[in-house]
Each structure stands twice: as structure tokens, then as C-alpha cells.
């Protein structure tokens, strides 16, 4: 649309100018909406939609009452204190010998067997020993002849637990909690409680992986800013060649190094410093120095673009003006690096949360972060709810912290970090 | 404006066609492996073979397991695979899941052709395997007996590597500590089992290092990192013959466990499917597998093609298997998550 148009073809007709500028405003958003369209589109099928799955997959819970379907109909109006009554073991037993026809038992197995151990086989053993339909009145007995387990209430309440259409089961269980028989939130039992620990290990790894890129990095950044553009140029290159190096080839090669016959121990025992192999791999030592390795070069180029900006005369004002180096360097320079800090940090400290093959090739048996645990469950066990609601606890955690962090670092800009 | 709408709508159309296209479009027959030195020599004597026999169109991919990649394939919708191999436990969840088609073994030769436990309802039995104790002669004077030897520290010294997580794990534990290998799972099943197997464990917690894929044990072996490790046989086989390694087994006490080949559930390429399976479980291809990597076979006839020098090495060997277990699937399925999480909160101690 151009204004000559707007003489032109619409001169003619008597359209009031400002529904014409509307018109016009109109067609130029459209427009701009086509250009970003295709991108908005990929990002909902790539990013927000598997993300909702993933959120939906904590709380879906629709397994069992698909499989047993008159059973969790007949438990919904039971209260759960005494055992429930002959119409839900009738229900019971024409549900799995329903399912056992359609072989669909294994699902609704695998679900009851989360909440309870053994219930895989209670259920595929009292299917494949229930013979015909009960006669009326007589399937509470039968079951509990064929298996013990269905005389036990907190058999019953496993079942009503997993009725769903939703649950809170794998959400609690991501957070150390379960919930008993009655229904009350209780404490996982001692030796099944281990998530919390993982992240609190995760976060920790991460913060201790950022400090460590934060004093290695800031100096070379500095460096790189300050030298003349050649040699910073060749030193530039040394920074982004192991940042274009796969993060398969730099693990793997930490491993050569670390091993108690690597270059380093090997190193230290002909210079005759130690006697016995140090224990540099397969512990947090190994994964902090292989992670920080890795993840230098997203601490430095951020810092290096905040340098790159600050004029060298603000640290010479200050030394004219009576600052010691020290001074000046806290009072003037630090503080107009602190967006540079704040973006590094951010990405490392992000980018070492969901860290899997390092520590994974280079960490010991207790230094899996939480990725570990998701995958093993996605793919090995599984277990997605389990998966999903571990993946929805570091997405709130890692969303929290950021914020946290935006509100922190606006305060600091506002005021270019200085108390005024 | 309007030109623009039509070019988008042009440009939708097409997309939506080409999408549709590539569905309805017959793909070859494509058959999954786990990759490396085994899919090798699968390539040789099952893959590039039955192309030239048969004259069907297939291709090979490998991966790296896991159940929940198999779920995503067929419930997904995706499924660009036909024939897999697949790990026990998978064939057992995908069975029970629905995710395979049902093994029509008419096609294939017939049950009778076959060893026991590799007829299945969902898949054939591929091939047998161990996990043994491994160990390197030109470093250990005394060779290791068996998983009692493992534990013992004073008399063979230094660290030793096991498979993250339970499975395997525990096992090795009780036959170290004494229990006989065809009542571990019994033993297993009780909570006091569970007990002294960590126990057990306890006692070399210092000198572990875990390794996560069957590359990593010869590996641990070769830089010296370790002086013992759990690892599969066929991957010592491979390093003493193509790396010139001098690495040693002890077959007392080694845990089995059979790969299957499955069909994935709505495969379109069914027929094919069951020719190469066919093809692959002729006694004459299995044996000359087994002449290229050290796995037993599952086919009845294809252990006595070979020669007494190649058999001495297979865990199919009479004198191999007679104290090995089969790994117990049942027994895991119902147990990985909790024993899952109890090893890692005694591992984070």
C-alpha cells in the first residue's frame, strides 16, 4: 500500500480517512503475521505442544479404568473403610476376564504395580486362574481363594487410587510423597525416597559448573576485549573450537586425561608428586571439570560482547580521579559488566540442569543428575507418568528461578548497579 | 492481498499432498539392530544375503533400545520400522502392550526348529548372550574363579565395574555371597534377599566404577581403569580378535538372556518381514553368524554346523551354560522402578 493508491482507487469512494488508516493498519499486521507465521507454527509443534504432553502425561490417568472399567465404577461409591462390598468383585472378576481376552491386562498391571509392588502378579495370576465367571453371589470368595491379596483393603484402595480420569500419584511421587491408605499425604518410605536428593544434586552441580565458568571465564573474556583485534581474533578461535567440537568427542576425551592411567595421572606419578593414582573420573570432580569445560565458551561470548562495549576511558576517568585499581574496577567496570554476568550465568546455569551424557559417561553412580532418572524412565522402564512429572518439576523450578533472576538483575540495571 | 492468500493456500495445499504422499508410498522393509560389531556381521551374513536371494528391497537401521522408544513408534502413528530386535524385557512389556504382531511361526520354519526359550508369541529368538565376568590375563597372574573372587579385594586388588543400576547387579551380588545360581531369584524375591545383596554390595563400594553401555567394559579393561568387569561375552570375543587383546572370561555363574526379533504391530511390510525372518533362522545362516561374532543362535541344528573351536567359545556350549541363569524378566518387570530407586538412594550414600 503505498500513499499513491491511497489518492487513487480510494479517493473515489467516501470512506472516512480514519477507517481507511485502520484498513491499512490492518493489512500491515497480517502481513507481519504471515512473515512470523510459519516460525509461530513450528514453535507450537515443536515446543509448546510437546511440552503440554509432557504436563498432561504427569496427571493422565485413565489407564486403569479403561482396562477395568465396571470395577472403578463399582468402587466409586465405596468409602474405603471396611472391605468393599460382593458388587465390586463381581465387577472385578467380568472386567479381567474381559481384558484377558483382549490381552490388555498388562496395562492396567503395570500402572497398579507404581503404587503397590507385586500387583503384576496378583492381577495376571488371579486372571489366569479365574476359570469361568463366578457364580452370583460367590466372587469375594473365589478371588480371595485364589489370591489372599483381595482380601487385604489397602489391595482395594490401590485400585481406587489409580481410577483416575486424573492423579496426583506421579506429581507426589516426583516430590518424595505418597499418599496412604486413607488417603492423607505421607512421606515415601526411606529407600524409595530419592528424587529430592537428585535435585537438589542437579542444582547443585549446576551452580557450582556457573561459579566455576564465572572465574575461568571472566579473565579470558576480559582478555579477549582488551587485546589488540589479531591476536583477540586467534585467541577468539581457540575459545570457539571446542564450542564447534561435539560434546561427545570433549567428554570422551576427559575420560583419557582423568583415568587413573590418563595424562594427568600419569603426569603427576613421573614428576613424583603422588604414588598412587588420584581418583580424577567416575566421581563430582570428573563431572564438574568435564561440565565446565563444556560450558565455558556460553559464559564467555556474553561476557565478551558486555567488554567489548565498556570505553576504557570510564577506568581511566576513574584513576585520574584518585580511584585505586581496585575501586575502580568494583565501583566502574564491574558494574557495567554485570548484563554480560547475568546473561552467561542464566545460559550456563540452564543449559547445566538438563546435562545427561556428561555426567553420565564421566560421573559416578551418585552423581546422575535428574535427566538420568527421565530418561531411564521414558525409555527404559517406561514409566512416563514418573518421566513426565519429573520433567514438570525441573520446568517449574528452572521457570522460578528465572524469574527470580529477571527480578534481580532489572533491580541492578536500573541503577547500573550502584547504590545512588 | 489476495495473490498472497492464494500463494499460502498454494503452499498449504502442496505440503498437505506431499505429507500424504509420503504415507501412502510403500517403504522398503526396514529392520532395526543394535548396531556396531554385531550389526556388522549381520550385514554380512543375514542382511546383504537375503537381499540377493530374495530380491526384496530393505534397508538397516540400528538403536539403542528401550520400550518406550518401541511405544512411540506404533502409538505414534510412526511406526518407519518393521522388523526389530528387541531385549527380553522389551518382548515382554510390547508383548503384553500389544506392539507386535503375533508370530505366525508356520512362516518361519515352525517351532520345532527352534530352541526353547527363544519361541515366543510375539518374536523369535535371536540370539543367546552372557553377561560373564571379564578380566585381562596380562595383568591378573591369578585368573578370577567366579563372582566370589569379584568381591575379594585382598586377593585380587584394585576397582572393578558393574552395570548401573539393579538389574545384573543384584544378581552377581547373592552369587558372590554364596547363593547358588538357580535359587537367586528366589532368594531375590524376599526383602532379607534384597538386604544382603546391598550388603554385599557394601563391601566393594569403594572400588566400583558403573558403566551404562556394553562398549564401556573393554574399554574400562584396556585403559587399566579397572581389573574386573560384568560385560557381554561377544564384546570380549571382539576385542581379543579384532584389538589383539588377551582378555579372559569366566563362564561360572554368567547370566543369559535372548534377543528377539519382533515385527512391529500395522507394519505394511509383513510379507517381507517374515521372509528375512526365515532367511535368518536357517541353521546355515545362524551358524555362520556365530562363526562372525561369539552369540549362541536359536536355531536347534545351527550349533552342531560349527566347529569345536568356534563352540568352545559361545555361551551355547554345553559346558558354558551349564552354570549360567537366564536372566529372569518376570522377575523384573514387577521390580525395576522400586529396586530402581532403592539402588540409587544406597549408590547416593
Known sequence: ?420 | MMKRNIALGFAAAFTASAALATVAQARDLTVVSWGGAYQDAQKKVYFEPFKKASGVAMNDESWDGGIGVLRAKVQGGAATWDVVQVESDELAVGCDEGLFEKMDYTKIGGEAAYIKPSVNPCGVGAILYDFVLGYDKDKLKDAPKGWADFFDTKKIPGKRALRQGPKTTLEIALMADGVPPKDVYKVLATDEGVERAFKKLDTIKGDLVWWKAGAQPPQLLASGEVVMTSVYNGRIDTANKNEKKNFGMVWDGALFTLDSWVILKGSPNKDAAYKFLDFAGKAENQSKLSENIAYGTSNKDAAGLLQPAVLKDLPTAPDNIKNAIEINVAFWLENIDKLTERFNKWAAK
Open chain 1, 1 to 420: 500500500m503505498t500513499t499513491a493508491s491511497l489518492t487513487g482507487a480510494d479517493a473515489t469512494t467516501n470512506v472516512p480517512l480514519k477507517r481507511r488508516l485502520k484498513r491499512a493498519e490492518r493489512a500491515r499486521q497480517l502481513k507481519a503475521f504471515a512473515l512470523v507465521g510459519p516460525l509461530l507454527l513450528f514453535l507450537l509443534f515443536t515446543f509448546a505442544g510437546p511440552i503440554a504432553g509432557m504436563l498432561w502425561h504427569a496427571v493422565d490417568d485413565r489407564e486403569v479404568r479403561q482396562v477395568l472399567p465396571q470395577t472403578v465404577a463399582a468402587l466409586a461409591g465405596w468409602d474405603g473403610k471396611d472391605l468393599p462390598d460382593e458388587k465390586a468383585y463381581a465387577a472385578l472378576a467380568s472386567d479381567l476376564q474381559a481384558a484377558r481376552a483382549a490381552g490388555t491386562i498388562a496395562i492396567a498391571a503395570k500402572r497398579l504395580n507404581y503404587a503397590q509392588n507385586g500387583f503384576r502378579t496378583i492381577l495376571f495370576s488371579t486372571a489366569r486362574n479365574l476359570k469361568a465367571a463366578p457364580e452370583a453371589g460367590t466372587a469375594k470368595e473365589t478371588l480371595g481363594k485364589i489370591n489372599p491379596a483381595w482380601r487385604e483393603r489397602s489391595t482395594w484402595t490401590t485400585i481406587k487410587g489409580a481410577s483416575g480420569p486424573i492423579t496426583s500419584f506421579y506429581l507426589l511421587g516426583a516430590l518424595d510423597l505418597v499418599r496412604n491408605a486413607d488417603g492423607a499425604i505421607v512421606a515415601a518410605p526411606p529407600d524409595q525416597a530419592i528424587y529430592r536428593e537428585v535435585f537438589a544434586r542437579t542444582f547443585l552441580i549446576s551452580l557450582g559448573v556457573t561459579a566455576l565458568c564465572l572465574m575461568l571465564g571472566f579473565p579470558v573474556a576480559y582478555l579477549l576485549a582488551t587485546l589488540p583485534a589479531g591476536r583477540s581474533n586467534l585467541l577468539m578461535i581457540f575459545v570457539l573450537l571446542p564450542f564447534w567440537t561435539s560434546l561427545l568427542v570433549r567428554t570422551c576425551a576427559w575420560i583419557v586425561l582423568l583415568q587413573s592411567k590418563g595424562v594427568v595421572n600419569d603426569s603427576l606419578h613421573w614428576l613424583g608428586i603422588i604414588d598412587e593414582p588420584l581418583r580424577l573420573i567416575y566421581n563430582r570432580f570428573g563431572v564438574c571439570v568435564a561440565m565446565t569445560h563444556v560450558l565455558l565458551p556460553f559464559m564467555i561470548l556474553p561476557l565478551y560482547s558486555s567488554m567489548k562495549a565498556i570505553s576504557p576511558a570510564y577506568m581511566r576517568a576513574a584513576a585520574s580521579l584518585g580511584a585505586p585499581p581496585l575501586t575502580a574496577f568494583l565501583r566502574i567496570y564491574l558494574p557495567q559488566t554485570l548484563p554480560g554476568i547475568g546473561a552467561g550465568s542464566l545460559l550456563v546455569f540452564i543449559l547445566a540442569l538438563g546435562y545427561y551424557i556428561t555426567p553420565a559417561l564421566v560421573g559416578g553412580a551418585a552423581d546422575q543428575m535428574i535427566s538420568y532418572f527421565i530418561a531411564l524412565y521414558t525409555t527404559e522402564t517406561a514409566n512416563w507418568g514418573l518421566a513426565s512429572a519429573l520433567g514438570a518439576v525441573l520446568l517449574l523450578a528452572t521457570v522460578l528461578l528465572a524469574l527470580v533472576y529477571g527480578k534481580l538483575v532489572q533491580g541492578q540495571q536500573v541503577t547500573g548497579g550502584m547504590k545512588n
